[in-house]
């Protein structure tokens, strides 16, 4: 083999070397990628749609029944994923955050675009707080917080768990039901965000093509 053939194969060689090396590392960012956030899905909405405190209706004179009856429903808004729920998790307390009780729902699968109805019912652990929570003006309010942890299914594979805490006050009239006809929305307590992650992959892609250019 002559000087200028070896001299000729050398830089074809390192050009295969590196276009595989290119493909192998955008693979795994993909991979990694695909973990690190749930594929642009929206997360679970969630809300109060029945809530009734018999201790609090006033028709029925009966302030011994302090049970808290309730439904939340759980609506997956993603179109191509599906959603594992962990198990959900319910805290119920007065408007100054006096405990009250607790409520899980165990976990489940929702398909795309699916919603859940899960009813409930719970005993305070001291029935003093539910009527505590009656205010001044004849109404009472009370704070739900709702805290799981989600895997979204794409078609082939699962996300990591991401976590949902959202929350909400409910207010209670003079006949123990949720004051507001409407469902109530439970929003995120706190401003994360995961437009970061969603915009990791791109960043990638875009420093792979000006590596392949440079190599090229």
Not at 26 to 53: A, H, M, Q
Not at 111 to 129: D, E, F, S, Y
């Amino acid at each position: 083999m002559s000087r200028l053939e070896a001299e000729g194969r050398a830089p074809s060689c390192w050009w295969r070397f590196g276009f595989w090396l290119i493909i192998i590392a955008g693979l795994i960012i993909l991979i990694v990628w695909i973990n690190l956030r749930p594929t642009g899905s929206d997360i679970p909405k969630c809300s109060i749609e029945y809530f009734y405190v018999p201790a609090l209706n006033k028709t029925l004179n009966s302030r011994l029944n302090t049970t808290l009856n309730f439904m939340v429903r759980l609506a997956n808004p993603n179109s191509e994923q599906g959603i594992y729920y962990d198990d959900v998790h319910l805290s119920f307390s007065s408007v100054t955050y006096v405990f009250i009780a607790n409520y899980t729902v165990p976990r489940f699968y929702q398909g795309r675009k699916k919603k859940a109805k899960k009813w409930g019912q719970v005993v305070p652990l001291n029935n003093q707080t539910v009527l505590e929570a009656v205010l001044p003006n004849g109404l009472a309010s009370f704070r739900i917080n709702l805290k799981t942890q989600v895997r979204y299914k794409n078609s082939f594979w699962k996300t990591r768990r991401f976590g949902v805490v959202v929350g909400a006050e409910v207010g209670v009239n003079g006949d123990g039901v949720k004051a507001n006809k409407k469902g109530i929305r439970l929003k995120k307590s706190d401003s994360s965000s995961s437009s970061s992650l969603r915009s990791y992959f791109p960043v990638c892609v875009l420093t792979n093509l000006l590596v392949f250019f440079a190599i090229c």
